[in-house]
C-alpha cells in the first residue's frame, strides 16, 4: 500500500484547508486510514482516523468539532477538512493506513505499517 498526501500550505487563523491522501496498492486491505501530525520538536500525534466503510471516525480532543475526516471508498481517498486553523496546528502532517482489522481506531504510530509522505500546514496568527 503506497499513500500519497497533499493539500498543505501556508493559511491564516481562523482559515480553512483540505488535506488528502491517496492509496494505491493492494488498496481493499487498508482497513483503517489516519491522520497523524508532528510539530517541530514534538513527537508525532493522532489527529483523526476512520474505519473502511467510511463510518466509525474517532478525533484528537484538540480538533473535534473543527476537523472532520471522510474517506472515499471506492477511490480509497481520506479527506481531512480542517477549519478554524490555529496556529497550534502548525505541522507536518501524515496520513497512515493499516491491514489489520483493529476493532476500533488504533491511535499510536506503532499500529499503522504505511505512511505518506508528509505535508506541511503552518497557520499563521
Known amino acids: 500500500v503506497q499513500l500519497q498526501a497533499s493539500g498543505g500550505g501556508l493559511v491564516q487563523a481562523g482559515d480553512s484547508l483540505r488535506l488528502s491522501c491517496a492509496a494505491s496498492?493492494?488498496?481493499?486491505?487498508?482497513?483503517?486510514m489516519s491522520w497523524f501530525r508532528q510539530a517541530p520538536g514534538k513527537e508525532r500525534e493522532f489527529v483523526a482516523g476512520v474505519m473502511r466503510t467510511g463510518v466509525r471516525k474517532d478525533y484528537a480532543d484538540s480538533v473535534k468539532g473543527r476537523f472532520t475526516i471522510s474517506r472515499a471508498v471506492p477511490r480509497n481517498t481520506v479527506y481531512l477538512q480542517m477549519n478554524d486553523l490555529k496556529s497550534e496546528d502548525t505541522a507536518v502532517y501524515y496520513c497512515?493506513?493499516?491491514?489489520?482489522?483493529?476493532?476500533?481506531?488504533?491511535?499510536?504510530?506503532?499500529?499503522?505499517?504505511?505512511w505518506g509522505q508528509g505535508t506541511l500546514v503552518t497557520v499563521s496568527s
Open positions: 496498492g493492494p488498496t481493499s486491505s487498508t482497513y483503517v
Open positions: 497512515a493506513g493499516t491491514t489489520r482489522p483493529y476493532g476500533q481506531i488504533p491511535t499510536t504510530t506503532t499500529n499503522y505499517a504505511y
